[in-house]
């Protein structure tokens, strides 16, 4: 197959890279990896996972070190930028050291010293449109801003009559981050749009919703409610369920996003642009639960804990007609995404139990309360 150029991933020994560096590499792009292996999505050993493509280059380096980003983008065309920090931990000051200021190394090092890097694509997350767009009957769209979630009153209400509203598809349009993890994903979106366009550097940002399938880090419990819903099953117990379990998501299969991410590096259209990847309908948290239960063969009804996380969004299902419009189109179910997931998971050595370990975690941390009366 005829070389195509080098394309250096970002965060490519994680979840989303792995599936990305396999789309590419049988497209015919020479890949690069460059990762710092972190805990906890990692083991601590510094070793590369099994499942990365033998075929990809690797560099072991820190998207916080300048040096560590000029080796990785040496002689690279393109460049997906997946390394991040993310859940909703309380150790603020971390995601805009790795996520804003790890992208803003990767823009200064390319006008800096004249990098031909040709694309740039950024993933942002469906979390920066923060509680997101609704219907009032009495004062039409309208946009919350946050939650008073005391007494277990999870929906929002009107901003502006503060009666009942139904939730609206989100819109690229829109943004509202509302939590330390997607204030700073919107500052990468914003640098991708608008240094790329005032330096000539062609880029995109793509705002997926929750990827799913096989290599999603089970060491980090701390978000994925397939790897927590899953983990927990397996280990006997039912899937721990924030607030009353009715909020609504969308849930996009990894083969998915990594064919999204190939289509925007390819496409002149999709320069300047920020797209929703999404599964394209809504399911509630329970309906999930109930489908992980079914596939792992448990059928334990989950468990409403009457918890929430701190920061979280109410309903969040993303429009993905903006995408469709270039010629994507979702095509794996999340039966299929769990089915995928839980195949892989029983082959894995599971040396604890990261999920409950991530729960008393997320308690002491204050990142998982009650709702107060
Ligand atoms: N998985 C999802 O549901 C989802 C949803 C929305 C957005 N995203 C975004 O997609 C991207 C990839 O997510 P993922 O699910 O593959 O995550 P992941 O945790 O599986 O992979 C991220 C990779 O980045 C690496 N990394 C972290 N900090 C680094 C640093 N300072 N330097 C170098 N490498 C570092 C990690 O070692 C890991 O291999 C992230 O930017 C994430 O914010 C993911």
């Known amino acids: 197959m005829a070389n195509k150029g080098r394309v250096l991933i970002s965060g490519g020994a994680g979840f989303i ?21 972190c805990p906890p999505v990692h083991d601590g050993s510094g070793q590369w996972p099994v499942w990365v ?3 990809a280059e690797r560099v072991l380096g820190d ?40 992208t803003a190394l990767l823009y200064e090092l390319i006008v800096a010293e004249k990098l031909p890097v040709k694309k ?24 919350p801003n946050g939650r008073n979630v005391s ?28 939590n330390q993890y997607s204030i700073a994903k919107y500052s990468q979106e914003l640098m991708a749009v608008a240094l790329g366009r005032n330096y000539g550097i062609p880029s995109v940002a793509l705002r997926y919703s929750i990827v799913q399938g096989p290599y999603q880090s089970f060491r980090n419990a701390y978000s994925g409610v397939l790897r927590v819903f899953t983990l927990s099953n397996l280990a006997g117990r039912p899937a721990p369920v ?15 996003v990594a064919r999204a991410n190939r289509l925007v590096l390819e496409s002149d259209a999709a320069d300047f642009e920020v797209f929703n990847v999404g599964g394209g309908r809504g399911y509630t948290v ?39 419009k270039l010629g994507w189109q979702p095509t794996k179910t999340p039966r299929d995404s769990v089915q995928d997931y839980v195949k892989w998971i029983r082959g894995e050595k599971l040396d604890k139990d990261y999920a409950a370990e991530a729960l008393v975690k997320m308690r002491q941390m204050g990142a ?3 709702a107060t009366a």
Do not use: M
Request: with cysteine.
């Open 286 to 324: 329970l309906e999930f639960a109930a489908l992980v239960a079914e596939v792992t063969g448990t059928n334990l009804a989950p468990q409403v804990t009457g918890e929430y996380r701190v920061g979280d969004t109410r309903h969040s299902v993303s429009d993905i007609t903006k995408l469709q």
């Open 242 to 256: 924030f607030e009353d379990g009715r909020q609504l998501r969308d849930y996009v299969n990894v083969t998915d």
């Open 151 to 178: 007494g277990g009153r999870w929906d929002p209400v009107c901003p502006q009559c503060g009666g009942a509203v139904t939730p609206l598809p989100l819109l690229e349009t829109h943004a509202n981050p509302k």
């Open 63 to 102: 998207v916080c070190n300048r040096e560590d980003w000029r080796q990785a983008l040496a002689g690279v065309d393109a460049v997906i930028h997946l390394a991040a920090y993310q859940d909703l931990l309380p150790n603020f000051s971390r995601f805009f050291e790795v996520n804003s200021v790890g």
């Open 53 to 55: 493509p033998a075929a």
């Open 17 to 37: 890279g792995t599936h990305t560096a396999h789309e590419l590499l049988q497209a015919g792009y020479q890949v690069r990896l460059f990762d710092n292996l």
């Open 120 to 143: 740039v694509v950024v993933a942002s997350s469906q979390f920066v449109y923060g509680e997101g767009r609704y219907e009032c009957a009495k004062d039409g769209v309208v946009f």
């Open 368 to 370: 998982l309360r009650k």
